[in-house]
């Protein structure tokens, strides 16, 4: 009974404060040893479970500071890629233009792109399609306007077809879009950009522009908010 009581009496002290209670039981009358009981409660548990998913929300807050991290050292990449390509446009006799219209020579078809490589070699990397979408990589020295090489991509004509799809009934081709776009600084680079209404997408030593396919208008290019220059 005295044991039962002791018991009964440490459970509620647990049960009030909280946490772990060792309480120590003998039968009293027989001299037998004492002995341990843990009573273990809910606000154990709920320290456990509190640590735990502070634990968990500090690994996530440091997985997210990792990623903003890598996204940060992407575009400083690419901002490098950029500046390199800038430096290089103002040593080259040879502007997009003139390099889109020696591969053309070269290779007659479609251009769709011509890009001032960012590696140092001075040379304009033209792609030019031919009315089966097949896709041709020409290099032209930024030096000299010469055709360095002409490789005939076989992977796959479905780019090409969908770049001469979006072309259909333009106005304005890479070459006079580069033209247009040198009104806005050295052109490093002259894309077909599809995503969305098709507009040229230019790359100037003074920032990116879009050039309509059939009005040549020469607009600041945004990613996310692309203006129709083609209405009508």
């Known amino acids: 009974m005295k044991r039962n009581l002791v018991l009964a009496t440490v459970a509620a002290a647990a049960l009030i404060g909280g946490g772990t209670v060792a309480a120590y039981a003998g039968s009293g009358d027989d001299g037998a040893s004492p002995r341990q009981s843990d009573v273990r409660v809910a606000g154990d548990r709920d320290d456990t479970q509190k640590d735990d998913d502070d634990g968990d929300r500090r690994d996530s807050r440091d997985d997210d500071r990792g990623g903003r991290d890598d996204d940060r050292g992407g575009r400083d990449d690419d901002r490098d890629d950029r500046d390199e390509a800038r430096s290089q446009a103002g040593r080259t006799g040879v502007t997009a233009a003139d390099a889109i219209a ?10 769709v792109s011509a890009e001032l490589d960012d590696d140092g070699s001075r040379v304009w990397e033209v792609t030019v399609v031919e009315g089966d979408g097949t896709e041709h990589d020409v290099r032209v020295s930024a030096g000299d306007g010469k055709v360095l090489s002409d490789r005939r991509d076989d992977d796959d004509d479905r780019e090409g077809r969908a770049d001469l799809a979006a072309l259909k009934g333009a106005s304005v081709d890479a070459r006079e879009a580069a033209e247009a776009a040198a009104s806005k600084g050295v ?4 894309d077909l950009d599809d995503d969305g209404p098709a507009v040229w997408k230019a790359e100037t030593t003074k920032g990116e522009w879009n050039v309509g396919l059939k009005s040549g208008a020469v607009t600041p290019h945004h990613d996310d908010d692309r203006d129709d220059l083609d209405d009508d």
């Open 102 to 111: 020696a591969a053309l020579e070269r290779t007659p078809g479609t251009a």
């Open 187 to 190: 052109v490093v680079e002259i």
